[in-house]
């Protein structure tokens, strides 16, 4: 699920950056309005369980794979929404980093798909209510079930619709979702089960860890403020600009129009009605010059680079 | 089992690293632009993204990685954006290039452009881990006023990455002890153990917080300034690295090397 940066352009990946940063100030603000100064050490210690507990996977029944939590729905029913949200977008920063586990550039995707979709839309608007205010095996069971479909489905929707805005993939949208939506539901019910069999865990050993929004002062659970809203709006505003910004200098680059026109129109606007069809296209007579001067150059500058950089290391040293 | 040791050795190794005198902030910069701009190269062009692999050859080499290193590190991202783009070969039939007399369409040469992009996108952000390290790129996100509380869940989640790495393998070792040779676990066995790694995780966080309080902690975590504001050096290197990139991407090369074609 993690989208690597091959897979977005520039403009898509810088907009959903400036939306995704937009929802970490407001989350901030939300989360700095919690009175609990526990809630600080417990995020912390909680982003490292959901690394730790990703990597403990379980067998999958009939059909020897194994599968592990991504953790949002999990997080969202310990601590609340806002705070599950930052402790998520830690972790995807983390495994960016540390791991490079999903692209930097592509990490406001990586954001919204993953942690936004099942913090702050399917927590809120599936889980919570299914599950109450007074949770019980059955309804925790059946919201995580629910919301981890809603949030993994929806993730997969936007994957689709990133990577088709992109302009990366020559797979039209209505067979790509084909393609990303069954996968995604089973991972869906996956996930969903296992974020079940967790939080019964808990409910049965220790249910005052559950997210309670009346122990908490402040407005976490509340509506959005009027000053939230304002910054929500700015940020929203603000995307859209970045947005059609960027569209605009995508677009007036000569070289992916060239290719955008060639994509849907064909070869017939671009390439003499003489050539035969497997015939150069104007632009690409240079293509195996190009390669091999490249590769010969990325040889010299590489070995270029060993001499310099490690002679000046090991003089350095002495 | 073996992903939390791989995941172990891996913070490990990336704790120690920083192996450069430039400033995080620098790192930051030079590592997004260059993102940004290889992902301008549209993907009917991948000679050009050849050009774009000078960046990761000679700075893996400078922050002393060594660039056979980096390449290895970063074929793991091939699978996802090899299942993304396979797609491309089998829908897109229009013409693209000749290589000598073989035809190759359009759809193969946006193949290996993505395939292309994921490495060396990859390369330039395994490159930054080693020129940066962890704490100090932390350290340099708050500095450009990225929000103090994401900034300290960082910091938390990274000092506690190792702890619950190590706890988690201890619980499984203990598991794998009474198994009778199965290392597989049942969803239900999982949700114990996985339950258990959370509460202990929760009792760990309640401590750490009564440690925090005897220390004077009033809900805001001070950050320490590790004094890795740019310096002379540091923007004259993202500014001559910033332009060489441009230059590597706009430079019309492919006419450079024209006699080379047959």
Redesign the interface.
């Known amino acids: 699920m ?1 989208m ?7 403009p898509v ?2 907009s959903a950056g400036a939306v995704a940063l937009g929802l ?2 407001v989350a ?1 603000k939300k ?2 309005e919690i009175k609990r ?2 809630i ?10 959901v ?3 990703q ?5 999958i ?1 009939g059909t020897g794979s194994s599968g592990h ?1 991504i953790g949002g729905v999990l997080l969202s029913a ?1 601590l609340g929404p806002w705070a599950a949200f ?2 998520l ?3 995807l ?2 495994q ?5 586990d999903g ?3 592509a990490l406001g995707c990586n954001v919204i798909n993953m942690a936004a979709v099942s913090c702050l839309l399917a927590y809120p608007l599936v889980f919570r209510p299914i599950a109450g205010k007074s949770p019980s095996v059955v309804s925790v069971s059946v919201a995580s079930v629910a919301a981890s479909v809603v949030g993994l489905l929806c993730g997969a929707l936007l994957v689709t619709a990133e ?1 088709e805005l992109s ?6 949208i209505g067979q ?1 979702l084909m393609f990303m939506l069954p996968i995604h539901l089973l991972i869906g019910i996956g996930e969903g ?2 974020t079940a ?2 939080l ?3 409910l049965k ?2 249910p005052a ?1 559950f997210y309670d929004p009346d122990r908490i002062s402040g407005n976490e659970s509340g509506k959005l403020s009027k000053s939230t809203k304002r910054v929500l709006w700015t940020f929203a505003a603000i995307a859209l600009v970045f947005a059609i910004g960027f569209t605009w200098i ?1 677009s007036s ?1 000569p ?2 129009l060239e ?1 955008s026109i ?2 849907i129109t ?2 017939t606007e671009l ?1 003499p009605a003489s050539d035969p ?5 104007p632009g ?12 010969i ?2 040889c010299l ?2 070995v270029f ?2 001499l ?3 002679k000046r ?1 090991s003089s350095k040293v002495s | 089992m073996a992903k939390l040791e791989k995941a172990l050795l891996a913070l490990n190794e990336f704790g120690r690293s920083r192996k450069s005198d430039i400033s995080p902030v620098a790192a930051v910069i030079v590592t997004l632009f260059y993102i940004v701009i290889v992902l301008t190269v549209p993907v009917s062009d991948p000679q050009r993204l050849v050009w774009m692999a000078v960046y990761p050859v000679m700075m893996a080499e400078y922050c002393g990685a060594g660039f056979v290193r980096i390449f290895i590190k970063s074929l793991w991202v091939l699978p996802f954006v090899i299942l993304i783009g396979i797609f491309n070969p089998i829908f897109d039939h229009n013409p693209g290039i000749k290589i000598a007399e073989v035809s190759v369409s359009a759809g193969w040469i946006s193949f290996v452009s993505i395939i292309l992009r994921g490495l060396l996108s990859m390369q330039s952000l395994i490159i930054l881990g080693y020129m940066a390290g962890f704490l100090d790129i932390c350290s340099s996100l708050r500095r450009i006023h990225i929000p103090r509380i994401l900034v300290t869940q960082l910091l938390l989640s990274y000092r506690y990455l190792s702890v619950l790495i190590e706890e988690a393998l201890s619980m499984r070792r203990a598991r794998q002890a009474r198994g009778f040779g199965s290392d597989k676990l049942s969803l239900s066995l999982w949700a114990a153990l996985v339950g258990q790694l959370l509460v202990r995780s929760a009792d760990r966080a309640s401590s750490i917080h009564r440690a925090m309080l005897a220390r004077g902690f009033d809900g805001v975590l001070p950050l320490v300034d590790r004094g890795q504001s740019p310096d002379k050096n540091s923007i004259l290197f993202a500014i001559t690295v910033c332009v060489a990139v441009a230059l590597l991407r706009w430079l019309p090369f492919d006419s450079w090397f024209g006699f080379l074609n047959f």
């Open positions: 993690h690597a940066d091959a897979l977005v352009s520039a990946a810088l970490v100030i901030c989360v700095s100064t526990d600080v050490p417990l995020m912390g210690v909680l982003g490292a369980f690394f730790a507990a990597m403990i996977n379980f067998t029944p939590i310990i930052i402790t977008c830690a972790v920063i983390d960016c980093l540390i791991f490079a692209g930097l550039l990577t302009g990366i993939t020559a797979l039209p790509f089960l296992a069999a967790v019964v865990y808990v050993v220790r860890l995508a680059n070289d992916g290719w060639m994509r064909g070869d390439a069809p497997t015939a150069f296209l690409y007579e240079s293509a195996l010059s190009g390669i091999i001067g490249g590769v150059m990325l500058i590489w680079s060993v310099i950089f490690r290391r």
